[in-house]
């Protein structure tokens, strides 16, 4: 029996190290799922890239509940998966604890901070991209009225309401805003029956215009939105295709990117650990302009937002970052 | 003023009439001795199989006729296992209910790989809102105008559906020979027993028309509400019903009421959303978003009384004790 347990043992040690001996990046998408049509399918694209790219398969999972976060990120890393990518600022506290069992594992986290050695925290500047959106709801308004809604109820999700509010409020100062969050767990992400019934409420107060920053949520948003007459915008991935010619445009998030320059950063020997800060000026949030909303952007408009673009590169225009102060002044 | 208020009935009319329909549902199965807390099982499985045939055929009405088939199905599932095999009713609906998740997310995530929705629907796959005649030109008039282009006008064709259900079920109910026997069925199925009617086939009819109404109000959630299945996206809507239904104390015309009433607190959750409230200011969103909950409590607890169920409710009958 001995001899036995002795030999699982080692078969196991074997296989683990030859396992890890192999490049085998791995992803943990959030709530949601990676097929939302937005955040964690940003994140889906940018792993098929690296795989389209590189021929390289790559481990993933998407969590079904929250206790599953620290489990996920356990296995792949336990199983020699590296590097470890985790999708979304909720697997902060899972992929600490987990991060410092495996200090030889590289781990990355998007939308959060995790301060440890082996960890690669990106950021985004979303207020940036949402400033954009913001400018170009308040132009295609014609009330003169737009809205948000919000995912759950979270700086980081105030933070695009307060970009958003800043592009609107330097573009029309009479412009009325209205702003909701769907709710205050995680299941805000994934209700669209209510997001299609907070965007029913902006639109019969009057508002043409909806921004969503809420996951799944928010393809409840653009659906009323469409079925109303109002225009939505979308979030994080492009989503100008969900409803063609009835999204104005979509706050790009390039999580993709993020995603692939680990696995690549990883695969060529270049990783780093530490902040990663993306805006504007580095390709890491933009707007999305395409075959589906071309007839919504007039030239006015794209001439509008390419100079707000280049004003904020410029540092010209600064962006109220919620984060920053915990509050929004517009 | 008017108009916010008009505009929260009209959301109220739209939020409550999933948890009509599967309160309603429940009525009939409960009416007739079985209890059943199965309804979001059987809501979310018609959800599933309404949003997927509505995906794949590109018809609401073979959708909706998917839903109703499954959920039926479902229905006689839990009343094979306590009609014939007089099994615990409430484990038999807990079976369901597991199953149905678990199954809608598998199926669904292995069909259509989107993490477990359906594609997304739209057009003729979905529920349109039927405008009534004249509902444009008459939105001036005041307080009629809006009560009838915003109010009456305007909905899918399940929610009209739903409304009628519940005259139609009253009448079911307390005014045909079937109601009256299924009523009876419910209260002591000894004595139907020993008229020479089978307690068996009646339950059976009994739950047969809950599955019909349970798919109803799946199928309007996937596609008349929304554009496509979500997982779990009943989301606790079937035990909402549930206590619609002990709340009304097992009637019709209270059931819509109550559902109204739920209906109507969801609604008001929503728009109260970042409003200024007179007096007090902006209301927190968690305080807003508990409203309903702690309103259900308080109505529960302190305002209906003493709701009795049928007598013969979760009880097997069995014919003979040797």
New interface residues.
């Given amino acids: 029996m001995k001899r036995f347990i002795l030999g699982v043992a080692a078969a196991a040690f074997l296989s683990g190290t030859a396992l890890a001996q192999e490049f085998q990046p791995a992803v943990v998408y959030d709530l ?5 049509k937005s955040f964690n399918e940003a994140a889906y694209t940018g792993a098929e890239k690296f795989k389209a790219d590189t021929g390289i398969e790559y481990r993933d999972f ?1 969590i079904q509940n929250d206790s599953q976060r620290e489990q996920a990120l356990r296995n792949f890393a336990r199983r020699g998966a590296n590097p470890v990518v985790a999708i979304g600022f909720s697997h902060a506290n899972a992929l600490e604890k987990v991060a410092k069992e495996f200090p030889d594992t590289k781990f990355a986290i998007v939308d959060m901070v995790v301060d440890l050695p082996n960890v690669r925290s990106i950021l985004f500047k979303e207020h940036e991209g949402s400033y954009i959106v913001g400018k170009l709801a308040a132009m295609a308004s014609k009330t003169g009225k737009v809205g948000f809604v919000g995912g759950m ?1 979270i700086p980081l999700i105030r933070k695009f309401a307060c970009g958003y509010k800043q592009g609107v409020k330097e573009t029309n100062s009479d412009a009325e805003i ?4 769907t ?2 767990t995680g ?1 805000a992400w ?5 997001g ?3 965007a ?2 902006q639109i ?1 107060k009057g508002a043409d215009v909806i921004y969503h920053a809420a996951g ?1 949520t928010g ?2 948003v653009l ?1 009323t939105a469409a ?1 109303s007459g109002a225009l939505g915008i979308g979030v994080d991935s492009n989503q100008n295709g ?2 063609p010619g009835k999204v104005l445009t979509s706050m790009l998030k390039r999580v993709d990117v993020a995603v692939e320059t680990a696995f690549k950063d990883a695969k060529d020997g270049n990783w780093t650990s530490g902040f990663y800060t993306l805006g504007l000026a580095e390709g890491g949030v933009d707007w999305a302009l395409d075959e589906h909303n071309k007839p919504l952007i007039s030239d006015e408009m794209k001439a509008a937002v390419d100079q707000a673009r280049a004003d904020i590169v410029s540092g010209k225009i600064a962006v109220h970052d919620y984060m920053a102060t915990e509050d929004c002044p517009y | 003023m008017f108009d916010t208020l008009i ?1 929260i009935l009209d ?1 109220t009319v ?2 409550s009439t999933p948890l009509l329909l599967a309160a309603l549902a429940g009525l009939y199965s409960e009416r007739s001795g079985v209890f059943d807390i199965g309804l979001e099982g059987k809501m979310l499985g018609a959800a599933f199989a309404a949003g997927a045939a509505a995906a794949v055929t590109g018809s609401a009405w073979l959708g909706l006729a998917a839903g109703i088939l499954l959920s039926v199905a479902l229905a006689l599932v839990h009343g094979f296992a306590c009609i014939t095999h007089r099994g615990n009713q409430i484990v038999s609906g807990v079976a369901i209910n597991f199953l149905a998740m678990g199954l809608t997310a598998l199926l669904g995530q292995a069909w259509f ?5 359906t594609p ?1 629907v ?1 057009g003729d796959a979905r529920f349109a ?1 039927l405008v009534w005649p004249f509902a444009e030109s008459l939105r001036d008039v005041p307080v009629l105008g809006g009560l009838y282009s915003e109010l009456l006008s305007g909905h899918n064709i399940l929610v009209y559906a739903a409304f009628l259900a519940v005259p139609f079920s009253w009448w079911v109910l307390f005014r045909t020979r079937f109601g009256l026997r299924l009523r009876a069925v419910g209260e002591n199925p000894a004595a139907v027993d020993t008229a020479g009617i089978s307690v068996a086939w009646l339950r059976y009819r009994a739950v047969i028309c809950t599955g019909i109404l349970c798919g109803l109000a799946g199928s309007y ?1 996937a596609i008349a ?3 496509g299945f ?2 779990n ?1 009943t ?1 606790g809507k079937g035990f909402i019903a549930l206590a619609a239904l002990i709340f009304a104390k097992w009637k019709p015309v209270p059931v819509m009421f109550a559902c109204l009433l739920f209906g109507f607190l969801d ?1 008001v959750a ?2 109260l ?2 409003q200024q409230v007179p007096g007090i200011g902006e209301v927190p ?2 305080a807003i ?1 508990a409203l309903p909950y702690i309103l259900t409590v308080i109505l529960l607890a302190g305002f209906i009384g003493k709701a009795v169920p049928p007598r013969a409710g979760g009880v097997a009958y069995v014919k003979e004790r040797g």
């Fill in positions: 949601g799922g990676k097929f939302d998407e109820d209205f702003e909701n969050m709710g205050s299941a994934n209700d669209p029956v209510k299609g019934e907070l029913k409420s019969d799944g393809l409840g659906q079925d969900v409803h | 505009l959301s739209r939020l790989s989107q993490g477990g929705r997304p739209s809102n959630l509400q929304s554009a979500i997982s996206m989301a609604a929503i728009r959303q970042g969103v968690q978003q």
